[in-house]
């Protein structure tokens, strides 16, 4: 199997946030999704191979999901050599609320990325107020990474504006690969 340059590295308890990392992986071109519950030893070899690592958990309690945050501490054994230096990261979060601190998980997985030496690849996707005519795009107003809802109607569904800004932060880390990768 040819190597992926792009691995999207994610967990989710309910399947919300495994939509948003379909819908990132979309227009990305050759891509790996590794669902790090149940992470194997292929797995880790094309994390180590890929320039560009995403990372996604859902906020539970204001931080990245505990099982992901095991992948981290995991991932961790690669600090001291500085494994993953200079690989381009980028992170998204699922959750209810419109805060419900998500900034919080995106702090903890960009500061991951800082302490691997990688360089990190925000949002620039700018929707309403700024530009009403882009309504849905970027809802929560996130540039550090994204930030996705799930409808609050325990359907198991994602709001699907949401899934339209994952597709254009997708094609963001796809040129962000290609040009620095
Ligand atoms: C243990 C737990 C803690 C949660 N904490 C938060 C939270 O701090 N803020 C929030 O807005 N939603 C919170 N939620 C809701 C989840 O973030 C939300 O349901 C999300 O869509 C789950 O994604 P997943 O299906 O990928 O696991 C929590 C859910 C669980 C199970």
């Given amino acids: 199997m040819t190597q992926a340059p792009i691995c999207i590295a994610y ?3 309910f399947g919300h946030t495994t939509q948003i990392a379909k819908a990132l992986a ?4 050759q891509v790996r999704l590794v669902d790090v519950d149940g992470i194997t030893a292929e797995d880790w070899a094309a994390l180590d191979a890929a320039p560009t690592l995403v990372f996604g958990a859902p906020t539970y309690m204001g931080s990245t999901a505990a099982k992901f945050g095991l992948f981290l501490e995991e991932a961790a054994e690669r ?22 601190d998500k900034l919080a998980a995106l702090q903890r997985l960009s500061v991951f990325a800082a302490q ?27 540039w550090l990474g994204l ?16 899934l339209e800004t994952a597709r254009i932060f997708g ?3 796809r040129a962000a690969t290609e040009r620095w990768g």
């Fill in 79 to 100: 600090w001291m050599e500085q494994a993953w230096q200079d690989k381009l990261a980028a992170g998204f979060t699922v959750a209810t609320h419109p805060s419900g």
């Fill in 116 to 142: 691997m030496g990688m360089i990190w690849v925000g949002q620039t996707a700018i929707g309403a107020p700024v530009f009403p005519e882009r309504a849905g795009l970027n809802t929560d107003g996130s």
């Fill in 171 to 173: 094609r963001r880390i």
């Fill in 26 to 29: 979309t227009d990305m071109g």
């Fill in 11 to 13: 967990f989710s308890g």
């Fill in 147 to 162: 930030m996705a809802r799930d409808s609050g109607q325990d359907d198991g569904k994602v709001m699907s504006q949401d």
